[in-house]
């Protein structure tokens, strides 16, 4: 679980892992951006979105499902 509380200005653009409830979907993502409640993560699986992590059409993400990627 990532804590928003820790994250840091440095933070964005970091790589991060997604893994819903029961595990059975795993996505790697770059952080965006984050609020009081959400992270917003960029995916890989949108092409078009990925390599420009600051895109706006991030996914806004708990931060509990979110761990960072090794």
């Not at 653009?13 to 819903?20: H, I």
């Not at 993560?41 to 990627?69: C, G, R």
């Amino acid at each position: 679980m990532i804590r928003l509380s820790e994250l840091k200005e440095s933070d964005k653009g970091r790589l991060v892992v997604y893994r819903s409830v029961g595990g059975d979907k795993v996505e790697r993502g770059k952080i965006s951006s984050w609020n009081e409640q959400f992270i917003f993560v960029n995916y890989e699986h949108y092409p078009e979105a990925y390599p420009d992590f600051f895109n706006p059409t991030a996914a806004s993400t708990k931060p509990e499902d979110l761990e960072w990627a090794e």
